[in-house]
């Protein structure tokens, strides 16, 4: 029974969930949405088929959104999905999910909130180090319920509170995309020119014609080039400087770039 996970991640919370499922089913395959977005015809065929992602304004991240949207699924598979996020609960993104899935003729199985540590640093500080203790502790026993269920195949829900002020909340920020970058800059004096925010983008949204980071227009808030970046040079308005950056401490920034070269 062959299962294939899809996972967007650009701090490492999604991606250290997908694989700690993936390396407890047999026959498990990881699969990078940004990646396969890459392809002209997304199809699969799978006795199950996840998803992980972190919770963006609510809902689903955009990418997520639209691979989903252009996924074609074969025979009728097990499908479940874990929304990782710093508050669990508020939301809809297996809502959207399965109005999505229902075009296709299919729906959710299975879905969970898994709660982490938030990586959006414009809105508060890096939490403590002890509370991101704790919150892996809760994690790592919720994942291995969450394995169990998905190897039976066990039906589960969860709660997505406020749905419809979360609908609202998702769909302003979606018509703000285009305005999204204005509010990242670059320190020329910090940068080193290293490239990873380049490299851990998306969306390739980000371009170095001199060294630093341009930003494109195509951004999706994932916060990736802000936490990544090894000199602290890119800032997100004034909000997030001297705020501690973030990335789960199971993955490497190496883990978490994209490969394009076959796009």
Not at 29 to 51: H, K, N, T, Y
Not at 94 to 114: S, V
Not at 215 to 222: A, M, P, S, T, Y
Request: aromatic share 12%; net charge neutral.
């Amino acid at each position: 029974m062959n299962t294939v996970i899809y996972y967007y991640s650009a701090t490492g919370n999604s991606l250290y969930a997908a694989r700690f499922i993936e390396e407890r089913l047999p026959d498990a395959e990881l699969r990078s949405i940004p990646e396969e977005m890459a392809a002209e015809r997304l199809e699969v065929q799978a006795d199950r088929i996840g998803f992980v992602f972190p919770l963006h304004y609510l809902s689903l991240p955009l990418q997520v959104e639209e691979f989903i949207e252009r996924l074609s699924l074969k025979e009728s598979p097990y499908i479940f999905a874990v929304a990782t996020c710093g508050v669990p609960y508020w939301g809809r993104p297996f809502l959207d999910m399965d109005e999505i899935l229902a075009r296709k003729g299919r729906h959710l199985h299975g879905m969970w909130f898994l709660r982490l540590v938030s990586n959006y640093l414009p809105l508060r500080d890096t939490a403590a180090e002890w509370r991101i203790n704790i919150r892996a502790w809760f994690a790592y026993r919720k994942l291995q319920n969450i394995v169990r269920s998905i190897e039976n195949k066990e039906h589960h829900a969860t709660w997505q509170l406020l749905r419809d002020m979360c609908r609202r909340y998702h769909e302003e920020w979606r018509d703000r995309q285009r305005s999204i970058d204005e509010n990242f800059s670059c320190d020329t004096e910090k940068c080193t020119s290293c490239g990873l925010c380049e490299r851990i983008c998306p969306t390739r949204n980000i371009v170095r014609p001199e060294g630093h980071p341009v930003w494109q227009h195509r951004c999706v808030e994932c916060l990736g080039c802000l936490h990544c970046c090894p000199a602290e040079a890119i800032d997100y308005g004034g909000v997030t400087k001297g705020r501690r950056r973030y990335r789960h401490k199971e993955i490497k920034v190496a883990d978490l770039l994209h490969d394009f070269s076959n796009a």
